[in-house]
């Protein structure tokens, strides 16, 4: 499996509203954040909730964003702090 | 407590069971239910083995992940494997996270990480026990990424605001460990006298690890 983004990429999450088992959370979707670590590759779950074996593996990022990216201001936050998720390759986009 | 009166010669065991089961009221809990009776019932599991994996679980608890963060403090090149490759360093302990990746995250004092999992309820463990009620509860899922600082004090924990707090959200094979930061004047504390300041919720990132005299600092 190829990996697709580097350390350091900027790139933006899919604001898709598909059903089904999906793992990439709802308030993160359509923002932008940095790659900060690659985990590796792991078997697709929105296959593997359906008893499917999930392969081909996708990479697996670490992601970071900024507090005002999810939340625009309107939450308990200091101006540095973030927020990381761990996003699946197919929800990401280079920016 | 048991209402069993005690007069009498007790020859036959009592069956412990989990105190803390509500009347199912929701769909889900009957389905549960219902699952249950069927592979009871098809000879699939007994009652009693699901029983005793409850039980197993109940039994776990943070010493594990304690003693790994212990180590941590007093071995730089054991925190080192540690973040570079969190399965790797706790089998050197004896300790596996099977099938999943295990992740250390380093306090500092700059950085202040506190996990989530706003999915659902993904923790280590196998390392820390079964997660505490509020870490599977709604309000501290949908909470912690949006208002951190303020659930950060209602669990007594206060950060400075030069301090990066970062949301860790466990959404997918990962599992968190969090390294609170070794506290001051512990330099003379053995291994095991350190293990004692390393609480579960620190391990979480909603707290920091206890003071030298064993106080929340």
């Known amino acids: 499996m190829t990996n697709l983004f580097n350390i350091g990429d900027l790139v933006r999450v899919g604001d898709a509203l ?20 690659h985990f590796g590759s792991f078997p697709n779950p929105e296959r593997l909730a359906y008893g499917l074996n999930g392969l081909p593996k996708i990479n697996l990022y670490q992601v970071l964003f900024k507090m005002d990216e999810a939340w625009d201001g309107k939450g308990d936050y200091a101006d540095g702090d973030t927020i990381t998720a761990d996003i699946y390759e197919t929800w990401l986009e280079a920016i | 407590m048991n209402s069993h009166t005690t007069d009498h010669e007790h020859e036959h065991d009592h069956t412990v069971f989990q105190k803390d089961i509500p009347e199912p009221k929701e769909d889900w809990e009957f389905l549960e239910i219902a699952i249950r009776e069927l592979l009871i019932e098809k000879n699939v599991l007994s009652a009693r083995e699901i029983q005793d994996e409850i039980e197993a679980w109940e039994k776990k608890n943070p010493e594990k992940g304690a003693e790994i963060i212990a180590r941590s403090w007093v071995d730089d090149d ?27 995250l380093e306090n500092t004092d700059e950085l202040h990480h506190m996990v989530v999992c706003t999915l659902c309820s993904c923790y280590p463990r196998t390392l820390l026990g079964v997660p505490p009620l509020w ?72 707290a920091e690890a206890l003071d030298q005299d064993g106080q929340r600092s």
Request: aromatic share 6%.
């Open chain 2, 78 to 104: 054991f925190k080192n494997r540690l973040l570079n490759d969190g399965n790797k360093a706790v089998a050197e302990l004896g300790f596996t996270v099977e099938s999943l990746k295990l992740v250390a």
């Open chain 1, 18 to 37: 598909p059903p089904g088992h999906i793992r990439t959370p709802m308030f993160l979707r359509g923002c932008n954040g940095t790659i900060i670590k």
């Open chain 2, 135 to 206: 870490y599977k509860s709604r309000e501290y899922r949908s909470r912690a990424v949006r208002e951190p600082r303020a659930v950060l004090r209602e669990f007594g924990t206060t950060i400075p605001d030069s301090v990066e707090i970062r949301v860790v959200d466990s959404t997918a094979d990962c599992r968190y460990l969090v390294i609170p930061k070794r506290p001051a004047n512990t330099e003379k504390m053995s291994e095991a006298e350190l293990v004692k300041l390393i609480t579960r919720d620190s391990m979480i990132g909603t």
